[in-house]
């Protein structure tokens, strides 16, 4: 049975995409586990 998030809406922190770019196995699952994905304008600036 494949896992699905009950997470309706969230917000993604800084610290998920930095771990996300650095291609670790738990922040790729956690984001491909959610539907909607959103990160507020301060990420976005943090990221860039």
């Known amino acids: 049975m494949a896992q699905?998030?009950?997470v309706k809406n969230t917000i993604?922190?800084?610290s998920?995409?930095?771990d996300y770019?650095?291609?670790?196995p738990r922040?790729?699952?956690?984001l491909?586990?959610?539907k909607v994905r959103n990160i507020s304008v301060v990420t976005a600036?943090?990221?860039?």
């Open 21 to 24: 770019l650095r291609s670790l």
């Open 12 to 14: 993604i922190d800084t």
């Open 16 to 18: 998920i995409l930095v």
């Open 32 to 34: 491909d586990s959610l």
């Open 4 to 6: 699905t998030s009950k």
């Open 45 to 48: 600036m943090e990221i860039i």
């Open 27 to 30: 922040a790729e699952d956690f």
